[in-house]
């Protein structure tokens, strides 16, 4: 300020000089000041600009971050997008396991009840079983005692008819039975004899069936042999206006085969009595005979009380008696067709028969019996 | 005297009725039920033989629903028994179990056992005299 003021002295009067040395020295403070401003200034600015810097590298960074999350919007956007669509896949797959649980339920209960009805059936099948065993155990006591009753009831009348007769040939001469009396009153007695065997011959071979032991063969006519059949039932045919009829083909003496001759009689002998005993009155009984091929054809044909197409597999079991012959008064024991095809299957042969034809007056039956004229015993 | 014998095997057992026939009784014989019951419609005998077990017919079989009619004798007796209280109704047969005879009983008839019957013995049951 001195200084100013020394050199404005020179020029201007000294008051002045002071005055101007003090505005110029305010001036300069001034400027300093100012100067001090603009510095600051410039450093505001440069601190500004650093911050602006700072803010745009900020913005930046943002916008960068920004940009990212733009991405990762977008990104999750599309993830959600997708899960939507795995949900919505999975709602469906959840709907359709729905639907499948649902149908597996049904089939589960469906199963479940076919499994109750097959246990129901079962035990149904159980029940019946049981029954039937019970039912059979009872129906082989039955039938035995049954067996038993009937052979018994046959003997009975046979045995009958014997001691009717027996003691009226006692009583002879009271009675003053005539020669012709006589003679047929013993004829009935040793019928009724005859069939008394055939009985009792039956009864032993139901009981020894296929023992070969009790088989012997020797050569004999088979036509007597059936002629003898024939005539055991003679009394009892005429009693029921039954015609026998034999027919043959070939000459008498062209009918020898090699066989059991007594197991054959009892054979034939049921199969006729067999045939009598379901035939109507007033009614044929045909017998055939033919020899072909080293082989015996025997059909036996009645008409009267058919067999079912149905039980002819069961009329050769033992004790079975025909279901058309509901007649009780057809006695017997139920083992003669029985006994007659063993006798004929021991030797080699065959008993046939087919369901019958329905006539005018009854249902014609016809057994058919296959033999081989010679025989050779297996043992 | 006549008498009705229904028996389907009198043939064989005919010498049953010789000693009765010889003493000058008529006997009539039906070997079925529907014979017997026309000819007990058609008149009435002094005295009926009948056995239980008989067939229904001789030239056609049972039906089916007379299947059970296992005693077709019994439904002669009843038929008998409906018009006639009084003849003499004897049933000859192996086959009369208790049952058939309490109803036999009731209707006032004989039951007679076939089997070891001797001719003799069955004369004085029918006839109620004793064999000389």
Known sequence: MADIIQLLKDFLPIEIAILAAIFIYLLLLFKG????????????????????????QRLDAVEKTLGISDRAFDFQEKQ?????????????DISESLKAKQLAEMKLHEAEDKLQETIHSLDLK???????????TRVEI????????????????????????????????????????????ARRILNQAELTVLLLQNTQLAVRVGDQDLYAQSSFSILDLIKGCMHLFDDWAKQKRISFRLQQSGSDDGFIITADKSKLRVAFSNLIQNAVKYSYENSDVVINLAIKDKLLYVTITNIGVGINSDEISKIFQAGYRGALGRDKSRTGTGMGLFVARSIVQAHSGQVRVAESVSLENGYKTTFEVTIPTSHRNSK | MNLLWVDDDHYAISGLMRQIQALGVTIDVATSYSEAS????????????????????????LSAEQENERYL????????????????????????????????????????????????????????????
Do not use: C, W
């Open chain 1, 33 to 56: 000041i100012a100067e001090k401003f603009i510095s600051l200034s410039e450093k505001q600015a440069n601190l500004a600009e650093i911050q602006a810097s700072y803010l745009a």
């Open chain 1, 80 to 92: 959600i997008k997708k899960l939507q669509e795995v949900t919505q896949q999975q709602e469906i």
């Open chain 1, 126 to 136: 159980a029940q019946q079983v049981s029954d039937l065993q019970a039912a059979l």
């Open chain 1, 142 to 185: 039955t039938s035995k005692a049954d067996a038993i009753l009937r052979l018994n009831h046959e003997l009975l009348a046979h045995m009958q008819s014997v001691i009717a007769d027996a003691e009226n040939l006692q009583l002879a001469q009271e009675l003053k039975l005539t020669p012709d009396e006589l003679g047929s009153t």
């Open chain 2, 38 to 61: 026309k000819m007990i419609k058609d008149r009435s005998y002094d005295k009926y033989v009948i056995d239980l077990v008989i067939p229904y017919s001789d030239d056609k079989d």
């Open chain 2, 73 to 132: 004798g019994l439904l002669l007796v009843q038929e008998i028994r409906v018009n006639n209280r009084q003849s003499d109704v004897f049933v000859l047969s192996v086959a009369a179990n208790e049952v058939v005879s309490e109803i036999l009983e009731y209707m006032n008839v004989k039951v007679i056992a076939k089997g070891g019957l001797l001719p003799s013995d069955l004369k004085n049951i029918l006839l109620g005299t004793r064999a000389g």
